[in-house]
Protein backbone atom coordinates (compact mmCIF):
# COMPACT_ATOMS: atom_id res chain seq x y z
CA UNK A 1 0.00 0.00 0.00
CA UNK A 2 2.65 2.50 0.91
CA UNK A 3 4.96 1.58 -2.64
CA UNK A 4 1.43 1.87 -4.37
CA UNK A 5 1.11 5.60 -2.32
CA UNK A 6 4.65 6.16 -3.15
CA UNK A 7 4.50 5.35 -6.85
CA UNK A 8 1.22 7.99 -7.30
CA UNK A 9 2.83 10.37 -5.44
CA UNK A 10 6.05 10.32 -7.71
CA UNK A 11 3.40 10.51 -10.74
CA UNK A 12 2.20 13.73 -9.91
CA UNK A 13 3.34 16.61 -11.31
CA UNK A 14 4.16 18.62 -8.50
CA UNK A 15 6.30 15.90 -7.19
CA UNK A 16 8.08 15.22 -11.20
CA UNK A 17 8.85 19.63 -10.66
CA UNK A 18 10.25 19.13 -7.58
CA UNK A 19 12.58 16.12 -8.43
CA UNK A 20 13.40 17.82 -11.91
CA UNK A 21 14.56 21.28 -10.51
CA UNK A 22 17.77 20.56 -8.98
CA UNK A 23 17.59 23.79 -6.45
CA UNK A 24 14.22 22.71 -4.94
CA UNK A 25 15.19 19.82 -2.88
CA UNK A 26 17.99 21.50 -1.29
CA UNK A 27 16.13 25.08 -0.97
CA UNK A 28 13.30 22.92 0.90
CA UNK A 29 15.94 21.29 3.36
CA UNK A 30 17.64 24.25 4.26
CA UNK A 31 14.43 26.36 5.29
CA UNK A 32 13.63 22.98 7.46
CA UNK A 33 16.95 23.14 8.88
CA UNK A 34 16.72 26.31 9.89
CA UNK A 35 13.21 25.73 11.28
CA UNK A 36 15.22 22.98 13.21
CA UNK A 37 17.57 25.59 14.69
CA UNK A 38 14.82 27.64 16.10
CA UNK A 39 12.90 25.18 17.55
CA UNK A 40 15.60 23.17 19.04
CA UNK A 41 17.53 25.80 20.33
CA UNK A 42 14.55 27.28 21.68
CA UNK A 43 13.61 23.98 23.79
CA UNK A 44 17.28 23.87 24.77
CA UNK A 45 17.43 27.34 26.31
CA UNK A 46 14.29 26.82 28.11
CA UNK A 47 15.84 23.18 29.53
CA UNK A 48 18.99 25.30 30.32
CA UNK A 49 16.95 28.19 32.26
CA UNK A 50 14.86 25.23 34.40
CA UNK A 51 18.34 23.67 35.43
CA UNK A 52 19.44 27.25 36.42
CA UNK A 53 22.42 27.23 33.99
CA UNK A 54 21.25 29.95 32.14
CA UNK A 55 19.21 33.07 32.62
CA UNK A 56 18.69 32.66 36.47
CA UNK A 57 18.06 36.44 35.76
CA UNK A 58 14.75 36.05 34.18
CA UNK A 59 11.73 34.49 35.73
CA UNK A 60 11.14 30.75 34.29
CA UNK A 61 7.46 31.73 33.16
CA UNK A 62 8.84 34.54 31.08
CA UNK A 63 11.54 32.13 29.37
CA UNK A 64 8.92 29.76 28.65
CA UNK A 65 6.53 32.71 27.27
CA UNK A 66 9.29 33.56 24.69
CA UNK A 67 10.72 30.10 23.88
CA UNK A 68 7.66 27.82 23.45
CA UNK A 69 5.23 29.59 21.24
CA UNK A 70 8.22 29.91 18.69
CA UNK A 71 7.96 26.32 18.67
CA UNK A 72 4.40 25.60 17.15
CA UNK A 73 4.89 27.97 14.25
CA UNK A 74 8.33 26.07 13.39
CA UNK A 75 6.38 22.99 13.46
CA UNK A 76 4.03 24.24 10.88
CA UNK A 77 7.10 25.35 8.70
CA UNK A 78 8.66 22.16 9.01
CA UNK A 79 5.86 20.13 8.46
CA UNK A 80 5.59 21.63 5.16
CA UNK A 81 8.59 21.30 3.84
CA UNK A 82 8.98 18.40 4.99
CA UNK A 83 5.36 17.44 3.42
CA UNK A 84 7.08 18.68 0.12
CA UNK A 85 10.06 16.71 0.46
CA UNK A 86 8.35 13.77 0.80
CA UNK A 87 5.89 14.45 -2.22
CA UNK A 88 9.21 15.00 -4.10
CA UNK A 89 11.05 11.39 -3.20
CA UNK A 90 8.22 9.53 -1.93
CA UNK A 91 10.30 6.03 -1.73
CA UNK A 92 13.17 8.23 0.76
CA UNK A 93 11.23 8.76 3.66
CA UNK A 94 7.78 6.48 3.46
CA UNK A 95 9.73 3.29 2.59
CA UNK A 96 12.25 4.07 5.50
CA UNK A 97 11.98 2.38 8.96
CA UNK A 98 14.08 5.73 9.86
CA UNK A 99 11.26 8.07 9.02
CA UNK A 100 8.71 6.33 11.22
CA UNK A 101 10.89 6.69 14.05
CA UNK A 102 11.58 10.12 13.32
CA UNK A 103 7.55 10.27 13.22
CA UNK A 104 7.28 8.69 16.34
CA UNK A 105 9.58 10.73 18.24
CA UNK A 106 7.86 13.79 17.26
CA UNK A 107 4.51 12.87 18.34
CA UNK A 108 6.43 12.24 21.85
CA UNK A 109 8.11 16.03 21.80
CA UNK A 110 5.45 17.56 20.93
CA UNK A 111 3.52 16.16 23.50
CA UNK A 112 5.87 16.70 26.51
CA UNK A 113 6.27 20.37 24.89
CA UNK A 114 3.01 21.23 24.70
CA UNK A 115 2.49 19.67 28.80
CA UNK A 116 5.53 21.90 29.86
CA UNK A 117 3.69 25.42 28.16
CA UNK A 118 0.11 24.33 28.82
CA UNK A 119 1.08 23.74 32.57
CA UNK A 120 3.64 27.13 33.00
CA UNK A 121 0.84 29.01 30.94
CA UNK A 122 -1.79 27.82 33.28
CA UNK A 123 -0.10 28.26 36.63
CA UNK A 124 3.22 30.26 36.54
CA UNK A 125 4.63 28.41 39.17
CA UNK A 126 3.29 24.75 38.78
CA UNK A 127 7.20 23.84 38.20
CA UNK A 128 8.86 25.92 41.23
CA UNK A 129 6.22 25.01 44.14
CA UNK A 130 8.97 21.94 45.85
CA UNK A 131 11.62 20.14 45.12
CA UNK A 132 9.99 17.32 43.64
CA UNK A 133 8.43 19.68 41.07
CA UNK A 134 11.19 21.17 39.92
CA UNK A 135 12.99 17.90 39.51
CA UNK A 136 10.48 16.94 37.36
CA UNK A 137 10.67 19.82 35.29
CA UNK A 138 14.00 18.99 34.65
CA UNK A 139 13.51 15.61 34.01
CA UNK A 140 10.65 16.23 32.16
CA UNK A 141 12.63 19.43 29.81
CA UNK A 142 15.92 16.77 29.33
CA UNK A 143 14.08 13.93 28.32
CA UNK A 144 12.25 16.36 25.80
CA UNK A 145 15.76 16.86 24.79
CA UNK A 146 16.74 14.20 24.42
CA UNK A 147 14.07 13.08 21.89
CA UNK A 148 14.72 16.37 19.83
CA UNK A 149 17.72 15.25 19.42
CA UNK A 150 16.93 11.51 18.11
CA UNK A 151 14.73 13.58 15.68
CA UNK A 152 17.45 15.68 14.51
CA UNK A 153 19.85 12.07 14.14
CA UNK A 154 16.68 10.22 12.66
CA UNK A 155 16.62 13.11 10.27
CA UNK A 156 20.30 12.54 9.09
CA UNK A 157 19.83 8.96 9.14
CA UNK A 158 17.19 9.07 6.51
CA UNK A 159 19.22 9.68 3.88
CA UNK A 160 21.49 6.39 4.60
CA UNK A 161 19.05 3.96 5.29
CA UNK A 162 16.56 4.55 2.03
CA UNK A 163 16.12 1.25 0.29
CA UNK A 164 16.87 0.83 -3.67
CA UNK B 1 51.09 26.64 -0.16
CA UNK B 2 53.22 23.63 -0.83
CA UNK B 3 53.13 22.72 3.04
CA UNK B 4 49.29 23.49 3.46
CA UNK B 5 49.11 20.79 0.82
CA UNK B 6 51.69 18.68 2.68
CA UNK B 7 49.74 19.17 6.30
CA UNK B 8 46.45 18.54 4.12
CA UNK B 9 47.52 14.97 2.89
CA UNK B 10 49.34 14.07 5.77
CA UNK B 11 45.73 14.93 7.47
CA UNK B 12 43.92 13.28 4.35
CA UNK B 13 45.78 10.02 5.01
CA UNK B 14 45.94 9.66 8.83
CA UNK B 15 44.22 6.86 10.56
CA UNK B 16 41.27 9.15 11.74
CA UNK B 17 40.56 10.52 8.55
CA UNK B 18 40.76 6.72 6.92
CA UNK B 19 38.18 5.70 9.48
CA UNK B 20 35.53 8.21 8.81
CA UNK B 21 35.65 7.56 5.40
CA UNK B 22 35.55 3.98 5.49
CA UNK B 23 33.05 3.55 7.86
CA UNK B 24 29.36 3.20 7.62
CA UNK B 25 28.27 4.71 11.15
CA UNK B 26 30.98 6.86 11.76
CA UNK B 27 30.52 9.54 9.17
CA UNK B 28 26.74 9.95 9.48
CA UNK B 29 27.00 10.16 13.36
CA UNK B 30 29.92 12.90 12.90
CA UNK B 31 27.67 14.61 10.45
CA UNK B 32 24.42 14.37 12.48
CA UNK B 33 26.56 15.85 15.61
CA UNK B 34 27.33 18.60 12.63
CA UNK B 35 23.99 19.29 12.02
CA UNK B 36 22.99 19.52 15.61
CA UNK B 37 25.69 21.79 17.07
CA UNK B 38 24.67 24.18 13.92
CA UNK B 39 21.40 24.02 14.90
CA UNK B 40 21.92 25.56 18.52
CA UNK B 41 24.72 28.47 16.93
CA UNK B 42 22.19 29.78 14.47
CA UNK B 43 18.89 29.37 17.03
CA UNK B 44 20.95 31.08 19.87
CA UNK B 45 22.45 33.77 17.62
CA UNK B 46 19.50 34.38 16.38
CA UNK B 47 17.85 35.12 20.24
CA UNK B 48 20.82 37.84 19.93
CA UNK B 49 19.94 39.08 16.38
CA UNK B 50 16.13 39.57 17.21
CA UNK B 51 17.32 41.45 20.50
CA UNK B 52 19.21 44.01 18.29
CA UNK B 53 16.46 44.27 15.67
CA UNK B 54 14.27 45.18 18.33
CA UNK B 55 12.19 42.25 17.59
CA UNK B 56 12.26 40.26 20.62
CA UNK B 57 13.26 40.51 24.78
CA UNK B 58 12.53 44.18 24.22
CA UNK B 59 12.16 44.43 28.00
CA UNK B 60 15.42 43.12 28.93
CA UNK B 61 18.96 44.76 27.95
CA UNK B 62 21.48 43.32 25.09
CA UNK B 63 23.76 42.48 27.57
CA UNK B 64 21.08 40.25 29.46
CA UNK B 65 19.91 38.71 26.32
CA UNK B 66 23.56 37.64 25.43
CA UNK B 67 24.69 36.65 28.89
CA UNK B 68 21.75 34.06 28.77
CA UNK B 69 22.21 32.71 25.38
CA UNK B 70 26.16 33.18 23.93
CA UNK B 71 27.38 30.60 26.42
CA UNK B 72 25.59 27.89 24.39
CA UNK B 73 26.48 29.41 21.45
CA UNK B 74 30.27 29.00 21.53
CA UNK B 75 29.37 25.52 23.46
CA UNK B 76 27.95 24.78 20.10
CA UNK B 77 30.20 26.26 18.21
CA UNK B 78 33.23 24.66 19.60
CA UNK B 79 31.32 21.23 18.51
CA UNK B 80 30.43 22.32 15.18
CA UNK B 81 33.98 23.02 14.48
CA UNK B 82 35.03 19.96 15.91
CA UNK B 83 32.86 17.96 13.93
CA UNK B 84 32.99 19.67 10.95
CA UNK B 85 37.10 19.16 10.92
CA UNK B 86 36.43 15.46 11.33
CA UNK B 87 34.13 15.59 8.01
CA UNK B 88 36.98 17.93 6.16
CA UNK B 89 40.14 15.76 7.21
CA UNK B 90 38.22 12.42 6.03
CA UNK B 91 38.54 14.26 2.17
CA UNK B 92 40.23 17.62 2.55
CA UNK B 93 41.31 17.58 -1.00
CA UNK B 94 37.61 17.36 -2.42
CA UNK B 95 35.98 20.07 0.30
CA UNK B 96 38.81 22.28 -0.90
CA UNK B 97 38.06 22.08 -4.05
CA UNK B 98 34.22 22.44 -3.32
CA UNK B 99 33.04 26.20 -4.28
CA UNK B 100 29.93 26.05 -1.26
CA UNK B 101 32.88 24.77 1.13
CA UNK B 102 35.20 27.44 0.69
CA UNK B 103 31.89 30.02 0.37
CA UNK B 104 30.79 28.45 3.65
CA UNK B 105 33.84 29.29 6.00
CA UNK B 106 34.51 32.45 4.19
CA UNK B 107 30.62 33.55 5.44
CA UNK B 108 31.33 32.15 8.67
CA UNK B 109 34.47 34.72 8.88
CA UNK B 110 32.57 37.13 7.54
CA UNK B 111 29.96 36.38 10.64
CA UNK B 112 32.64 36.45 12.98
CA UNK B 113 33.91 39.61 11.33
CA UNK B 114 30.50 41.62 11.80
CA UNK B 115 30.26 40.74 15.47
CA UNK B 116 34.15 41.75 16.31
CA UNK B 117 33.71 44.94 14.28
CA UNK B 118 30.10 45.40 16.54
CA UNK B 119 31.97 44.95 19.50
CA UNK B 120 34.70 47.22 18.90
CA UNK B 121 32.64 50.13 16.62
CA UNK B 122 28.90 50.01 17.14
CA UNK B 123 28.70 48.49 21.18
CA UNK B 124 31.51 51.06 22.45
CA UNK B 125 28.66 52.72 24.25
CA UNK B 126 26.51 50.24 24.87
CA UNK B 127 25.60 50.95 28.50
CA UNK B 128 24.13 54.45 27.07
CA UNK B 129 21.63 52.56 25.28
CA UNK B 130 21.15 48.44 25.64
CA UNK B 131 17.91 48.88 27.75
CA UNK B 132 16.53 50.83 24.78
CA UNK B 133 13.64 49.02 22.83
CA UNK B 134 15.11 50.50 19.63
CA UNK B 135 18.50 50.01 19.20
CA UNK B 136 21.31 52.66 17.29
CA UNK B 137 21.16 52.05 13.32
CA UNK B 138 25.00 49.90 13.80
CA UNK B 139 22.96 47.72 16.13
CA UNK B 140 20.23 46.87 14.15
CA UNK B 141 22.30 46.71 10.87
CA UNK B 142 25.07 44.22 12.90
CA UNK B 143 21.62 42.06 14.20
CA UNK B 144 20.65 41.86 10.88
CA UNK B 145 23.49 40.95 8.93
CA UNK B 146 24.15 38.04 11.09
CA UNK B 147 20.51 36.74 10.34
CA UNK B 148 21.95 36.75 6.60
CA UNK B 149 25.03 35.41 6.94
CA UNK B 150 24.02 32.32 9.09
CA UNK B 151 21.14 31.37 6.63
CA UNK B 152 23.68 31.74 3.98
CA UNK B 153 26.31 29.60 5.96
CA UNK B 154 23.35 26.90 6.58
CA UNK B 155 22.51 26.71 2.71
CA UNK B 156 25.85 26.15 1.72
CA UNK B 157 26.79 23.80 3.88
CA UNK B 158 23.32 21.82 2.89
CA UNK B 159 24.53 22.48 -0.94
CA UNK B 160 27.88 20.73 0.07
CA UNK B 161 26.23 17.77 0.56
CA UNK B 162 24.67 17.79 -2.87
CA UNK B 163 27.47 18.90 -4.70
CA UNK B 164 29.94 16.32 -3.66
CA UNK B 165 30.08 12.75 -3.15
CA UNK B 166 32.36 11.42 -0.48
CA UNK B 167 32.70 8.09 1.07
Redesign the interface.
Known amino acids: MLKDLSSWLAATPLSHTIQTA?WI???L??IH??A???????A??MN?RLWRL??R??PLPEVAR?FLPAIWPMLLILLLTGGLLIIGEPRRSLLNTTFYLKMTLLVVAIVLTAGLQWSLASVPEFWEKDWLRRLAARLTATVSIAVW?GI??A???I??TQVG | MLQLKDLISVLESSALADNIRENDVLFPLVESVHVLAICLVVGSILAVDLRLLGLAWIHRSVSSVTRGVLPLTWGAFVVAVGSGGLMFISNATKYLGNGFFVAKMVLIGAAGLNMVIFHAIGAKDLSRWEEDARLPLPARFAGGLSILLWVLVVACGRWIGFTMQVG
Do not use: K, M, N
Request: hydrophobic fraction near 55%; aromatic fraction near 12%.
Open positions: GIPTQTILVAVLFSSVLLLQDVRCIFGRWAY
